[in-house]
């Protein structure tokens, strides 16, 4: 029996302080399935995942946003987040007052004996053991920085992550690790036909299709949805003739 759509965005408007980004946008994500993001700076990329969170700058002036069968588009985040959405920010904000441990305690949503034992278990993993007596990203370096994501989403245990440019500002020695973290997130440890767990990826430079595997691509462009396939051949395509291709197909 095929498992019904998990995320499914109908002609989405979105305007960001009075201005229109998103233009009548359609995607769907089912469940277990990884998909990838590309597109030219200011395209409409981060906008996209931040509307799907329900950020409220992002306001929704058309179509709508539906999320295990549930109609989420005026849901607070808040809500979206118990339902089963997580998001990794590119420039994620320090959050002085509030040490890591508690949040990924919060993030796990648990106050049993074994909690400790997990938050101990999941820092260690990502390499942030001596990070959870600290301020969440304070002083942090773009790699500790994404580690500090990834394990709260570890401890959230979404079933759809957004992923905004998680190879940003992360170096060579931290991004295998980055790669393994989001593989875990996803679930893709377990077999294929167990899969449940979703991702949305944006990257702009695909560095992150080297350690975590996409099953579909798409380029978003001028606030659209243009094209979709085989990422990595998309990403050939990109290298090879960049996103002014993108531009000149919006316009046919």
């Known amino acids: 029996m095929e498992k019904a759509v998990l995320l499914e965005i109908s002609n989405l408007t979105v305007t960001v302080d009075g201005r229109e980004i998103l233009h009548s946008l359609n995607l769907a994500v089912n469940p277990g399935e990884t998909a990838v993001i590309f597109g030219p700076n200011g395209g409409g990329k981060t906008t996209l995942l931040m509307t799907i969170m329900g950020f409220p700058r992002y ?29 990794s920010f590119q420039r994620p904000p320090v ?14 949503r648990r106050d049993d004996k074994e909690a400790e034992e997990l938050v101990t278990a999941l820092a260690e993993k ?31 245990g979404p079933d759809l992550a957004l992923l905004d440019e998680p190879e940003s500002g992360v170096d060579l020695e931290n991004i295998s ?19 449940s767990r979703s991702g949305l990826i944006i990257s702009h430079t695909g560095h992150i299709l080297d350690y975590v595997n996409a099953r579909t691509g798409y380029v978003l462009c001028g606030g659209q949805i243009i094209c979709d396939g085989d990422p990595h051949d998309m990403l050939n395509t990109i290298k090879a003739k960049g996103y002014q291709e993108c531009v000149v197909c919006l316009k046919k």
Do not use: W, Y
């Open 177 to 195: 690790l980055i790669g393994q973290l989001i593989n875990e997130v996803l679930g893709k440890t377990h077999p294929i036909r167990e899969r």
């Open 95 to 108: 959050v002085r007052g509030v040490k890591m441990h508690d949040m990924v305690l919060a993030c796990l």
């Open 59 to 87: 306001r929704v002036t058309g179509g709508s946003i539906t999320f295990k069968g549930q109609d989420i588009t005026n849901m607070p985040v808040d809500e979206r987040a118990r339902l089963g959405i997580g998001i």
């Open 126 to 156: 990502s390499h942030m053991t001596n990070f959870l007596g600290r301020n969440i990203n304070a002083g942090f370096s773009g790699g500790e920085t994404k580690r500090s994501e990834m394990l709260q989403l570890l401890a959230q």
